[in-house]
């Protein structure tokens, strides 16, 4: 297992961009997995524009394997009055590996107010199943720093319905900043389609955008993310997905698109 703040760390200023050798604890095959690599890009981010308001929205197009050195270089869109938009490309040896954009933003007087959706009926932490039947072993290697049981929906390779409500939290307390570790946790469950692969097979990440409704506190405990499969065709899947805390309060909305080899 592995602290997110340590990783974190091993980003280094050089420049007008950020380094750092991908840490294999947080690797998925040959590449890191999608949300870590989208949380060093808003470490990258907001480390080199140190007056930026909260974040609202991250979009990402994955490109490329997250190995070996990667640099991450960050760049200003536009500045505002309440919204500020930054770029960050990151490159490696091998060339481009993630193109994302961040949007902050403070937040503004309006008469507008929709509640949020509140919980799922799903089981509680304790009583959820783990999410791999034999607990994290045939899991990709990340998952190792994460708790994971299947609050709701169908287990990967079943056959059910494709829809998983897993809860997830860190093995160990991030300790990192509280959206960049939201980043990471966010994308740690598989998605919904894996419901209906006939055995174990190989994914990888395409799009992910990610709206966040509420800012974290912190990331220390159980979050339910609820992923649901709209369509899954011709080697590709689209899901949407939602991020609660335990005590009920979203967190945040995104959809995703994933190359699936099964």
């Keep these: ?29 040959r590449t890191l997995y999608g949300g870590m690599t989208l949380a060093l890009a808003h470490e990258a981010a907001r480390r080199y524009f140190d007056d930026l308001p909260p974040l609202l ?10 190995s070996g050195t990667i640099h991450f270089l960050p760049g200003l869109l536009r500045r505002g009055r309440s919204t500020t938009m930054v770029a960050v490309e990151a490159v490696g040896d091998q060339g481009p590996i993630l193109r994302a954009s961040f949007v902050f933003g403070a937040s503004r007087d309006s008469a507008v107010s929709v509640d949020a959706p509140g919980l799922p009926e799903v089981s509680t932490p304790d009583d959820a199943i783990p ?53 990471a946790l966010a994308d740690a469950p598989p998605p919904a389609a894996i419901t209906r692969f006939p055995t174990l097979a190989p994914l990888s990440s395409v799009t992910w955008h990610i709206d966040l ?28 997905m939602k991020l609660w805390r335990e005590d009920g309060l979203l967190l945040a909305i995104g959809r995703q698109s994933i190359a699936i080899f099964a």
């Design 57 to 66: 929205s991250a979009q990402c197009v994955f490109v490329g394997p997250a």
């Design 1 to 29: 297992m592995a602290r997110l703040a340590e990783s974190f760390e091993a980003l280094v200023r050089d420049g007008d961009r950020f380094t750092i050798e991908a840490p294999t604890e947080w690797a998925q095959g």
């Design 131 to 183: 999410l791999f039947a034999t607990g994290n072993e045939r899991a990709p290697g990340f998952t190792a720093n994460f708790d994971m049981r299947l609050g709701g929906g169908a287990q990967g390779v079943s056959g059910g319905e494709p829809m998983m409500a897993t809860w997830a939290r860190f093995r160990e307390a991030p300790g990192a900043n509280p959206v960049s570790a939201l980043l």
């Design 213 to 240: 409704v509420e800012q974290p506190d912190d990331v220390d405990g159980w979050h339910l993310l609820r992923a649901n499969a709209e369509h899954a065709a011709d080697g590709m899947t689209t899901q949407d």
